[in-house]
């Protein structure tokens, strides 16, 4: 019992966190014609326009990516927590087996993109990262150790796309699911999630570390190259 009270206190600060770093919903730029936004599935757009990095189309594609993972944060938090109140805290591991990857990519085409949550340490191999996605990884992983500040960067993917990349740290709730087994995180809840994911990789985390970081892929524009 005390672990579902904890459990479902955690969803309460989880949902006013979430709240609380919404930055792009209010906030005004004079960049908002460079770039129109998007409203409609990727498979709508017949040919990618080709655009050129400046710093009003950065701008805008960074607010953007900013509002689509504040609302997919959002929603899934809000799913997560009718299935905790109903069947209990375990539940919600076949909430994130079965449900989570369906809404996220039910989003990506309701906003036009392509929402991805990667990691190294990763609880479903879909999130690996590989390639140019690694090494920038590898790069926060540095930048987290040497105390610099981690800054979400657009970078383009191998078909010249432009993908904005912004790490996720570890924050107190996060623990209930990817903290020790036993301590920080419920012994029944870390056996549920071996059993649904028996390569987990993503637990043993403590506050402030780097989980992992949101990609956000815009489809329908090509970077020019320099």
Request: aromatic fraction near 10%; glycine fraction near 6%.
């Amino acid at each position: 019992m005390k672990y579902r009270i904890g459990f479902l206190f955690s969803l309460v600060l989880t949902m006013l966190f979430f709240v609380s770093c919404n930055n792009g919903g209010k906030s005004k730029s004079n960049s908002a014609t460079a770039i129109r936004e998007v409203t409609t599935p990727p498979k709508a757009f017949v040919k990618a326009q080709y655009i050129s990095l400046t710093d009003s189309i950065r701008s805008t594609l960074k607010k953007r990516a900013n509002e689509i993972i504040f609302s997919t944060k959002r929603i899934l938090v809000t799913r997560l927590q009718k299935y905790v109140k109903k069947d209990g805290a375990e539940a919600a591991v076949g909430f994130c087996k079965k449900e989570a990857m369906k809404i996220t990519d039910s989003l990506s085409q309701s906003f036009g993109v392509t929402i991805r949550r990667l990691a190294k340490k990763y609880r479903n191999p879909e999130n690996e990262t590989h390639g140019t996605e690694t090494r920038l990884y590898k790069q926060y992983i540095l930048n987290w150790l040497a105390g610099q500040p981690l800054k979400a960067v657009i970078l383009p993917d191998s078909l010249g796309h432009p993908v904005f990349y912004s790490p996720i740290k570890v924050k107190h709730f996060c623990l209930i699911c990817h903290g020790e087994p036993g301590k920080t995180m419920n012994a029944g809840l870390a056996e549920k999630i071996k059993k649904y994911y028996p390569n987990d990789k993503a637990t043993g985390f403590k506050v402030g570390e780097l989980r992992g970081m949101w990609a956000i892929t815009f489809p329908q524009y090509i970077l020019k190259l320099k």
